[in-house]
């Protein structure tokens, strides 16, 4: 993996794949890691062609966790704003999944005249989080720290969710908790909001197992390409990684 040194010296790690064409950069959901998500679907022969960027979020995977960051979504899409900065990227598809397609939907906004491609799969459009972040933020921070942390990558394990207690067990308590926080509380604009505003070519993927879904219908309505991964749901990088890469090259 690859470091980038933010402010006070924590780093940021990430792999990045040679590609002529225009670079793809992975941002990964809760308790995840795109070092651990989506190399499968990197590798694919429909994305071989394109520079691809996983980066592993300020308090996940193989990045520096410190105790002192807030893990906002808002600072997350900065901190990534710094890295492509940095890499003098200044033509990129944004793919985002979960919690990451908010953060995705930050950044791109951040850098609105660099996006090629913002490309989401099943991401939070708006606050009051999903099923896990509530279920993580109905705790507070010590005792999610203390406690319920572990319990819940035990209660992962148990279900038979073994990809996502990986993850999870590579991942700051602190940071879970207030990256739950954050998908929570949302923001002004929403997510949604700065989606459907933003100029560039957007498409939003589900899982066929996600499905029905009111949002189906909505983001059409907003002009949002809208397409469906067979043979998978929330966690499609895990169970279809051939059809998402084909579904992310061909949104490019």
């Not at 520079?51 to 600072?75: H, M, Q, W």
């Not at 890499?87 to 979960?98: A, F, K, R």
Request: aromatic share 10%.
């Amino acid at each position: 993996m690859k470091e980038f040194k933010l402010d006070n010296n924590v780093i940021l790690r990430y792999q990045d794949f040679p590609g002529d064409d225009v670079p793809i950069v992975f941002i990964h959901g809760l308790g995840c890691a795109s070092s651990f998500d989506y190399p499968q679907v990197a590798s694919m022969r429909s994305l071989s062609d394109h520079r691809r960027i996983l980066v592993d979020l300020i308090g996940s995977g193989y990045s520096d966790k410190p105790e002192t960051f807030d893990y906002t979504i808002a600072n997350h899409a900065n901190c990534i704003e710094k890295l492509l900065d940095h890499l003098h990227i200044d033509n990129v598809v944004i793919y985002g999944h979960s919690m990451g397609g908010a953060i995705s939907i930050v950044l791109a906004n951040l850098i609105k005249n660099r996006v090629n491609a913002l490309i989401l799969s099943e991401a939070n459009l708006d606050a009051g989080g999903g099923f896990f972040s509530k279920k993580i933020a109905s705790f507070t921070e010590n005792d999610f720290k203390n406690f319920g942390y572990a319990n819940l990558i035990k209660e992962s394990v148990a279900s038979g969710n073994t990809e996502w207690a990986a993850g999870l067990s590579n991942s700051s308590p602190i940071a879970i908790h207030r990256n739950a926080i954050s998908l929570i509380n949302g923001q002004v604009p929403s997510w949604r909001q700065l989606y459907y505003s933003l100029g560039t070519a957007k498409t939003y993927i589900f899982g066929s197992h996600s499905l029905p879904d009111s949002d189906y219908d909505e983001l059409n309505k907003n002009h949002i390409n809208v397409v469906v991964v067979s043979n998978a749901g929330h966690s499609m990088a895990w169970e279809n990684p051939k059809e998402l890469a084909s579904v992310i090259a061909s949104s490019i």
